[in-house]
């Protein structure tokens, strides 16, 4: 049986390996989000090349990622003697932050029935305009047909805050944030056929069941398996790896209530297979952490309440015991 748990970490971590391009700065910032946020947002450059050097990830590739992270303003750094500490920027933690409510939310809001709309009124130069596309796309809007932006459930305020944390603030003179409710005129279009014009769900299904068929196999090797057979270090890589590709898929996600979804969405699937490994790997993969990550000064820095209530439940960090928040 141990056999097996192994089996299935080891498949998923070699196939990772084996990638002809690994996009380091992709993964730091999941392990940031993840694994370092919850710990005061701060760690050495030291560990972070420690804990990502089993993941085929080298020092040179972890050294620019960084520099990179650094220059897009998503990281700032604070030396200590001869070694550097990195934290998020103000900018970075914010946006972790909105990642974080829909990597770790226990489900997908209910809806009211009305859409949110950002139309736009005037002339925008097509440099703006696609920056605009890209800034909404990442807030889970779609496009329609008419040039405006639809979305069922968006908080159109912090949507139009976020615009301007994104160096859009000039922009926002040319739009016009609007909620609106389908009339449901005998002979209209019905809120089905605005979804199928808005997004292309085709594309995103196919991707959650790539991730089905990659996790899949673990969750069950653990379920007919112990978690002792786990040790801290592949706990925590598979974590990271689970989070990583959750995150990628997000930010393609609308977001959509289930009410506008097919019977069988397999990101429904997607998100209470996330959960469940989650919850397995989190004891042992924090064990792993205590034991590598370092701030510059040497301290160990400790696990928030934020980490322990993630999808709603309380879990104790070295037992695994679960406990409804």
């Not at 998503?74 to 829909?102: N, V």
């Amino acid at each position: 049986m141990q056999d097996l748990v192994s089996k299935a970490f080891q498949a998923r971590l070699e196939r990772f390996r084996q990638k002809s391009r690994i996009q380091a700065g992709s993964l730091i910032t999941t392990v940031f989000g993840d694994a370092i946020l919850p710990r005061g947002g701060r760690v050495s450059l030291g560990s972070m090349i420690q804990l990502l050097q089993p993941l085929g990830v080298n020092e040179r590739l972890v050294r620019t990622a960084v520099y990179r992270l650094v220059k897009e303003e998503w990281l700032q750094s604070e030396a200590l003697g001869r070694k550097t500490d990195y934290m998020l920027t103000p900018s970075g933690r914010s946006r972790f932050d909105e990642a974080s409510r829909q990597i770790y939310a226990a489900d997908i809001p209910s809806w009211d029935h009305r859409w949110r709309l950002i139309l736009i009124v005037g002339d925008l130069d097509i440099r703006l305009r696609e920056q605009l596309r890209r800034a909404l796309f990442w807030h889970g809007f779609g496009e329609t047909a008419t040039g405006g932006f639809v979305h069922p459930t968006a908080d159109l305020e912090k949507v139009m805050e976020g615009l301007e944390s994104e160096g859009l603030e000039e922009v926002r003179a040319h739009l016009m944030p609007m909620v609106a409710v389908n009339a449901r005129a005998p002979q209209g279009a019905s809120d089905i056929d605005m979804v199928q014009k808005a997004w292309n769900l085709s594309d995103l299904a196919s991707s959650y069941e790539g991730f089905l068929q990659k996790y899949e196999p673990i969750r069950d090797a653990l379920l007919a398996g112990t978690q002792e057979e786990v040790s801290d270090e592949s706990a925590f890589l598979v974590r990271t790896l689970l989070i990583h590709d959750v995150r990628r898929l997000l930010l393609r996600d609308p977001q959509l209530p289930e009410s506008l979804l097919p019977l069988t969405w397999p990101g429904s699937r997607a998100r209470l297979l996330c959960r469940d490994l989650y919850r397995k790997l989190l004891p042992p993969s924090e064990r792993h952490l205590d034991a590598n990550v370092r701030l510059s000064s040497g301290t160990v820095p400790q696990p928030s309440r934020a980490l322990t209530s993630r999808f709603e439940f309380g879990i104790d960090l070295y037992t695994g015991t679960l406990s409804v928040v």
